[in-house]
C-alpha cells in the first residue's frame, strides 16, 4: 500500500498541491487512503449532502418556485448569471445545482430544505464529520468581509487568504475524504431515498477537466460533482467500468499558488484517481 500511496503523494506534489485522497470499491472492502481522515473543505461539493437532505425531506420535487434578480445568489453559471426572472421546479434547480454548481439554484433549494436538515440526513447516514454551516450565497460574503471586500484581486495575497473561513474546515462546510466515498457507496448502493435521480445528475456534470481527466474511456462512467474555492479544487465521484467494477473516489487538494488557472491542479484530480483505481481494479 505504501508503494501506491507515495505515487499519490508524487502526483500531489509535482502539480504543487497538497492532497488528500479516499477511493474505495463500492461493492467490495478495497480502499486507497492518503490523509484520507483529514477534515477538508466541502466548497460546492455540499450540493451532494444538500440533494440527499432535499430527497428526504418529502417536498414535491414538482413545486415551482421564482428567483428574482437582486433577490438571488450570484454566480458565475446558471440562474446566477442570468438577468431576468426565473420560475422552476424544486428537481430542475437540483439538476441545475449539480450539473453546472449553480449557486442560486442551489440556495434556493437549501432556503426549501434547512440547513437542519441537511445534517440530520448526514447524522442519519452515519456521516458524523461532515457539517453543512452555509449555502453559496455565504461563500460570497464572508470572503469579501474577510477579505476586507469584494475585489478578487485581493484573494491573490497570502496574507487575505489566511483569514478566509471559507478555507477553514473549523469554520465551514467540512467532512473528510472517508465519508464523502462513504456518501457515494450509499448513493450508488441506494439505500437511501433518490439515490437513483441524484446518480443521474452526477453523471450529468459538465466539467470535465478534473476527474474525468483521468479516465477518458467511451465505456467508463464518471459521475462527479466538484468544488472550488480559492487555492481549492476538489471532486468526489463514481467511476464505473462496463465489467461492473464501481468505485468512489473523493480527492480534496489545496495548491501553493494563488493563481485562479491552474491546469496541473486540476488535472492531478483526475491523475491520482487514476492512479487509486488503477491499484484497485489490479489487486480485484
Known amino acids: 500500500m505504501s508503494g501506491i500511496r507515495d505515487r499519490i503523494e508524487a502526483a500531489f506534489a509535482a502539480a504543487g498541491v497538497t492532497g488528500c485522497l479516499h477511493a474505495a470499491h463500492v461493492d467490495g472492502p478495497g480502499q486507497v487512503a492518503v490523509r484520507a481522515d483529514t477534515p477538508v473543505t466541502l ?3 455540499f450540493k451532494v449532502p444538500l440533494l440527499i437532505a432535499w430527497h428526504r425531506s418529502g417536498l414535491d420535487p414538482t413545486e415551482q418556485v421564482t428567483l428574482r434578480p437582486g433577490e438571488r445568489s450570484g454566480g458565475p453559471t446558471g440562474i446566477g448569471a442570468m438577468l431576468d426572472p426565473v420560475t422552476m421546479s424544486l428537481r430542475d434547480l437540483a439538476y441545475l445545482a449539480i450539473a453546472v454548481s449553480d449557486n442560486a439554484a442551489a440556495d434556493a433549494l437549501l432556503d426549501r430544505v434547512g440547513l437542519a436538515a441537511v445534517n440530520r440526513a448526514m447524522a442519519e447516514l452515519g456521516l458524523t464529520g461532515t457539517t453543512i454551516r452555509h449555502g453559496g450565497r455565504d461563500f460570497a460574503a464572508t470572503m469579501a468581509e474577510d477579505a476586507g471586500g469584494p475585489d478578487p484581486a485581493l484573494l491573490a495575497d497570502p496574507a487575505v487568504l489566511a483569514r478566509l473561513r471559507v478555507l477553514d474546515p473549523a469554520r465551514t462546510n467540512r467532512s473528510t475524504p472517508r465519508e464523502m466515498t462513504r ?6 448502493r441506494e ?4 439515490a437513483a435521480q441524484i ?4 453523471g450529468l456534470q459538465v466539467w470535465p477537466h478534473r476527474l474525468s481527466s483521468g479516465f477518458p474511456f467511451d465505456d467508463v462512467r464518471v459521475s462527479g460533482k466538484t468544488g472550488t474555492l480559492p487555492t481549492v479544487r476538489n471532486e468526489i465521484g463514481v467511476v464505473e467500468y462496463p465489467d461492473g467494477g464501481r468505485y468512489a473516489v473523493a480527492v480534496f487538494t489545496r495548491s501553493a499558488s494563488t493563481a485562479f488557472a491552474l491546469p496541473a491542479a486540476d488535472a492531478v484530480i483526475g491523475a491520482a484517481a ?11
Request: hydrophobic share 50%.
Open 274 to 284: 487514476r492512479l487509486a483505481v488503477d491499484h484497485l481494479r489490479a489487486r480485484g
Open 191 to 194: 439505500e437511501t431515498p433518490g
Open 183 to 188: 456518501m457515494l457507496g450509499i448513493l450508488w
Open 199 to 202: 446518480q443521474r445528475l452526477m
Open 43 to 45: 466548497a460546492s461539493v
